[in-house]
T-cell receptor, first 111, second 112 residues
Framework: DAKTTQPPSMDCAEGRAANLPCNHSTISGNEYVYWYRQIHSQGPQYIIHGLKNNETNEMASLIITEDRKSSTLILPHATLRDTAVYYC????????????FGTGTRLTIIP | DADVTQTPRNRITKTGKRIMLECSQT?????MYWYRQDPGLGLRLIYYSFDVKDINKGEISDGYSVSRQAQAKFSLSLESAIPNQTALYFC???????????FGPGTRLTVL
């Protein structure tokens, strides 16, 4: 699986959009970008994933650059409950379902 | 009721003791995983199972063993616990047709 690089921490004002970057310059053609988050010490929660097109669901949007070497997770209207550690993970879609977690980005939503 | 449950939620044990952590799921998923998390670090995969007859080592399997008793149950054992196995342990499940993993609430294990 390709290695990812994320900033260790970020702050965002409540109600504003939170933009979390992830670099994955060694991503290969069959690897997807996945995002999970972990609130306090709870089990991680799946957020979204994508291959090359931008994706949106009820939780977030995922923007992947055209060269696929980086991506941004967008929480459109951050709330205090979005305070968590966010993990960007790159892996193949089928055949290897292991998740390799890095240290992620600790996002703090400020009232 | 939670889809993925873990027991116990907290456990304190002594060095050298055998301990088993249990995971059950009602999601009907065929794939199950055990991870550990140390303070300030991401999760690391210990073992995973793609079906009842399939067991695979993860990146940090030494000192651990697992048993897949049924599709819905996946147990993690520490045959002789040591202090550096003090950590937060998570069980997860996934479906072979989808790609997101669903995590249990975690077991906080302390080895004295």
């Amino acid at each position: 699986d390709a290695k990812t690089t994320q900033p260790p921490s970020m702050d965002c004002a409540e109600g504003r959009a939170a933009n979390l970057p992830c670099n994955h310059s060694t991503i290969s053609g069959n690897e997807y970008v996945y995002w999970y988050r972990q609130i306090h010490s709870q089990g991680p929660q799946y957020i979204i994933h994508g291959l090359k097109n931008n994706e949106t669901n009820e939780m977030a949007s995922l923007i992947i650059t055209e060269d696929r070497k980086s991506s941004t997770l967008i929480l459109p209207h951050a709330t205090l409950r979005d305070t968590a550690v966010y993990y960007c993970i790159v892996r193949v879609h089928f055949g290897n379902e292991k998740l390799t977690f890095g240290t992620g980005t600790r996002l703090t939503i400020i009232p | 009721d939670a889809d993925v449950t873990q027991t116990p939620r907290n456990r304190i044990t002594k060095t050298g003791k055998r301990i088993m952590l249990e995971c059950s799921q009602t999601k009907g998923h065929d794939r199950m995983y055990w991870y550990r998390q140390d303070p300030g670090l991401g999760l690391r995969l210990i073992y995973y199972s793609f079906d009842v007859k399939d067991i695979n080592k993860g990146e940090i399997s030494d000192g651990y063993s697992v048993s897949r008793q049924a599709q819905a149950k996946f147990s993690l054992s520490l045959e002789s616990a040591i202090p550096n196995q003090t950590a937060l342990y998570f069980c997860a499940t996934s479906d072979s047709n989808r790609n997101e993993q669903f995590f249990g609430p975690g077991t906080r294990l302390t080895v004295l």
